[in-house]
Nanobody
Framework: QVQLVESGGGLAQAGGSLRLSCAAS????????MAWFRQAPEKEREFVAY????????NVADSVKGRFTISRDNAKNTVYLQMNSLKPEDTAVYYC??????????????????WGQGTQVTVSL
């Protein structure tokens, strides 16, 4: 059974930075496409970023482009989300997701088989 555990969330001021981590266990991490999604209160879950199996391909949402970077370390079974220039509208629960499919719409949550429990990110003015 694959388990994903996020960490690194917390409170940050606008303009600040946070780095989220997602540690995977119970599967073959290097064969999974990994992604980050987020859900703000009373809003639908939205795509943030995904990264291919080797880390050679990435895609980020327009809302975070230039501010957020996704990366992975297959030796550590971990995917990261570096978040810079944070804004109050980045406040949300951030979820790590993963799965073996590297085809179809990788910006859709339904593509992914495994999900973490989420980590809260709160950005204040």
């Amino acid at each position: 059974q694959v388990q994903l555990v996020e960490s690194g969330g917390g409170l940050a001021q606008a303009g600040g930075s946070l780095r989220l981590s997602c540690a995977a266990s119970g599967g073959t991490f290097s064969t999974y496409v990994m992604a980050w999604f987020r859900q703000a209160p009373e809003k639908e879950r939205e795509f943030v970023a995904y990264i291919g199996r080797s880390g050679g391909s990435t895609n980020v949402a327009d809302s975070v482009k230039g501010r957020f970077t996704i990366s992975r370390d297959n030796a550590k079974n971990t995917v990261y989300l570096q978040m810079n220039s944070l804004k109050p509208e980045d406040t949300a629960v951030y979820y790590c997701a993963g799965g073996p499919r590297n085809w179809g719409d990788l910006r859709k949550g339904s593509t992914y088989d495994y999900w973490g429990q989420g980590t809260q990110v709160t950005v204040s003015l």
